[in-house]
């Protein structure tokens, strides 16, 4: 499974940014699709994801602010970002599983200046 992410960039705190990861290859069976993030200096860590069968779950931290969805007939999944403050920024990757075995993107840096 190969995943392409983009929509990353500067954007000031309070303003908002959709990223979307497109999946390739073996796509069958993708049972979790999620947006993990990685600030300096800091361990990577969920953001939000969503299961097969619409469970979706949220880090509290972004809870109100992001929405995830997800395109089964595309194999895409997205991240709507509102609401954005500095501490959000952070290189965000996609993250998807097949069966017990995960798939990380390139990831793509938000920047959300002061």
């Known amino acids: 499974v190969q995943l392409q992410a983009s929509g990353g960039g500067l954007v000031q705190a309070g303003g908002s940014l959709k990223l979307s990861c497109a999946a390739s290859g073996l796509t069958s069976g993708l049972k979790v699709m999620a947006w993990y993030r990685q600030a300096p200096g800091k361990q990577r860590g969920l953001v939000a994801r969503?299961?097969?069968?619409?469970?979706?779950n949220y880090a509290d931290f972004v809870k109100g602010r992001f929405t995830i969805s997800r395109n089964y007939a595309k194999n895409t999944v997205n991240l709507q970002m509102n609401s954005l403050k500095p501490e959000d920024t952070a290189v965000y990757y996609c993250?998807?599983?097949?069966?017990?075995?995960?798939?990380w993107g390139q990831g793509t840096l938000v920047t959300v200046s002061s």
């Open positions: 993250n998807v599983w097949r069966g017990t075995v995960g798939y």
């Open positions: 969503i299961i097969s069968g619409g469970s979706i």
